[in-house]
């Protein structure tokens, strides 16, 4: 069977469908499962490179610095975000501690690296030469970054902790709390189909953008 | 035939889930097809989906009577004595000392969540397999939803991991970690994988089917 013409699969329900062009915020949704298609292209790197930089530099103050501090009769005890992994690792909750700090330090690094690695080449022009790898990365960890949750489970300890000590917020808390939005603002204006685009022109397909390509051979 | 008619895979055509790129199949084996332009492994639905679905949910929820009827944390405490909480009486004592919301954010997340997402999943699973006709919408609103709430469900065990670190004070109290805290946290993981092995495209298929033969 032959379709002509540019084509797109629905992620969600494998629905084939033609591309049109679309007007300022608009997303196209499938006509059979209503899932998103696509949402305009936008070529500017600028914004996605400013919140990974700006998301990076909070991501080691949020780790460099104590998040919170407890002060119970003079006696003060601090957590870094390192240090919750590790007593959990060193109360014999080994896997506990693994996946804390998986969830809430490995993941959020190789984001923002894998980011840092396609955006800043791309925004001068050049391409990196591990991009499909870095791009699948991205999409394959992307669940298990769980800074957001993090900082509500801190805010639900704080609250259990309030009526027994002294509560003191340290700099990686704030950090934290601006490190949450800057990697929502980072991962959301990033665009994975910019990227493809700048890659290379689709061989033997039909791209997400809709365009079909010459050398396409069967 | 027109798209719109059509699926990718009624075409005979492979759709890259990493860079959405549509190509035509390179080999009739299952498994050596890659994408031509990311190189990422191509196949016409993900593989072994619902095995690895059902798999994972059932583990699941195994694992979910002791993540709620262990103890995620005992607690020592000079002045109120030691005692073990588990994530029920965690909710109780927020509620009994007034922190209302909280409380209530806790058990949409620890409770809540886990419960729903493990039925929703049995649903969509027992759907997909009995042929749904009807109410594909519905199930694929549900699959999107459980795509997104899955992470909230480790508040708890950030809990423990910050009270465990935070109250090592020898002399007022000591929070330690205890099982039910590594059952649930299993019980996350467990449902987490099991929503992604899933592959919303089932759904649709199903529903194809049982609209082919709607006697068979």
Known sequence: MRLHGPLIACRECDLLQRPTALAGHMVARCSRCSGVLYQPLDDDLDRPLAYTLAATILFVLANAFPIVGLEVQGQTTVATLFGTARTLYDENMRALGVLVFFTTIVVPALQLGAMLYLLVPLHAGRVPTLLPGAVRMLQAIRPWGMTEVFILGLLVSLVKLGAMARVQPGVGLWSFGALLFAIAAAVASFDARVIWAKYRPAPGGIDEAGRRHASSTP | ?216
């Open chain 2, 1 to 216: 035939m027109r798209p719109g008619d059509i699926t990718a895979a009624g075409a005979g055509l492979l759709s890259c889930l990493t860079c959405g790129l549509l190509s035509q199949p390179a080999s009739h084996e299952e498994d050596a097809n890659a994408c031509p332009r990311c190189g990422r492994r191509l196949h016409v639905r993900k593989p072994h989906s619902l095995l690895r679905s059902w798999t994972f949910l059932v583990a699941a929820m195994v694992l979910y009577l002791p993540a709620n009827l262990l103890p995620i944390m005992d607690t020592e405490s000079l002045i109120m004595g030691s005692h073990s909480d588990t994530i029920m009486s965690g909710i109780v004592l927020l509620w009994k000392s007034g922190s209302w919301g909280i409380a209530i954010i806790v058990f949409i997340a620890s409770i809540m969540v886990p419960m729903l997402k493990m039925l929703a999943m049995l649903v969509i699973l027992v759907a997909v397999h009995q042929g749904v006709s009807t109410h594909c919408h519905d199930l694929a609103r549900l699959y999107r939803i459980l795509e997104i709430i899955g992470r909230w469900s480790m508040l708890d065990v950030f809990v423990v991991a910050i009270l465990v670190t935070l109250v090592q004070l020898q002399l007022l109290a000591a929070i330690t970690p205890a099982k039910g805290a590594l059952a649930f946290g299993a019980v996350v993981v467990l449902t987490m994988l099991s929503t992604m092995s899933f592959d919303p495209r089932l759904i649709w298929d199903s529903a194809e089917h049982a609209r082919r033969r709607p006697h068979g």
